[in-house]
Antibody, heavy 120, light 107 residues
Framework: QVQLVESGGGLVKPGGSLRLSCAAS????????MSWIRQAPGQGLEWVSH????????HYADSLEGRFIISRDNDKNSLHLQINNLRADDTAMYYC?????????????WGQGTMVTVSS | DIQMTQSPSTLSASVGDIITITCRAS??????LAWYQQKPGKVPKLLIY???TLESGVPSRFSGSGYGTTFTLTIGGLQPDDFATYYC?????????FGQGTKVEMK
């Protein structure tokens, strides 16, 4: 079954850190760019980061101020997002998505998301 | 960063209506533009990419057009299942900026 399953979300205090994971199955994970997108409660979609097939090329949204680190493990078919120095405005549902850049197709497969809540 | 601006923010319509949503980029993006549909509590669904290419399985009443800085999503004959929020997105290998969304609600 072709799917993405996120995990690692939860309630975190401001200033804390969290590592989100996305497990891919049913498709050749190493052949695809991958991305993270987030959505604050009641708000729109915000692109967070892309990572290339090998993990060598990485890009982040300018607004994220260097607190986010995307990575992937192609041997384990997994994508990760490390978020440091968490702030209240990082509270959001975090989605991973497959990005078919080689075919000019953006996010055609999404996970169900993992919720991150930052609160004291 | 390129900014994407959608209009209107909310659109009231009835079943059978033809509706159009506009997305404008702050600078030219050629045709690197996608449209997504999202229903409450659900994951976004890709509708259109490369400005006008329909994703597999998407009904033909959805169409996209535009190039450069101005793009449109048209739904020709609104169906009950189409009431949702729609997002445009500029994408390439180093960016994925979304518009703020357009909510299509029942009149």
């Amino acid at each position: 079954q072709v799917q993405l399953v996120e995990s690692g979300g939860g309630l975190v205090k401001p200033g804390g850190s969290l590592r989100l994971s996305c497990a891919a199955s049913g498709f050749p994970f190493s052949a695809y760019y991958m991305s993270w997108i987030r959505q604050a409660p009641g708000q729109g979609l915000e692109w967070v980061s892309h990572i290339s097939t090998t993990g060598i090329t990485i890009h982040y949204a300018d607004s994220l101020e260097g607190r986010f680190i995307i990575s992937r493990d192609n041997d384990k078919n997994s994508l990760h997002l490390q978020i440091n120095n968490l702030r209240a405005d990082d509270t959001a549902m975090y989605y991973c998505a497959r990005f078919r850049w080689g075919e000019d197709i953006p996010f055609d497969l999404w996970g169900q998301g993992t919720m991150v809540t930052v609160s004291s | 960063d390129i900014q994407m601006t959608q209009s209107p923010s909310t659109l009231s319509a009835s079943v059978g209506d033809i509706i159009t949503i506009t997305c404008r980029a702050s600078q030219t993006i050629n045709n690197w533009l996608a449209w997504y549909q999202q229903k409450p509590g659900k994951v976004p669904k890709l509708l259109i990419y490369k400005a006008s290419t329909l994703e597999s399985g998407v009904p033909s009443r959805f169409s996209g057009s535009g190039y450069g800085t101005t793009f449109t999503l048209t739904i020709g004959g609104l169906q009950p299942d189409d009431f949702a929020t729609y997002y445009c997105q500029h994408y390439n290998s180093y960016s994925g900026t979304f518009g703020q969304g357009t909510k299509v609600e029942m009149k």
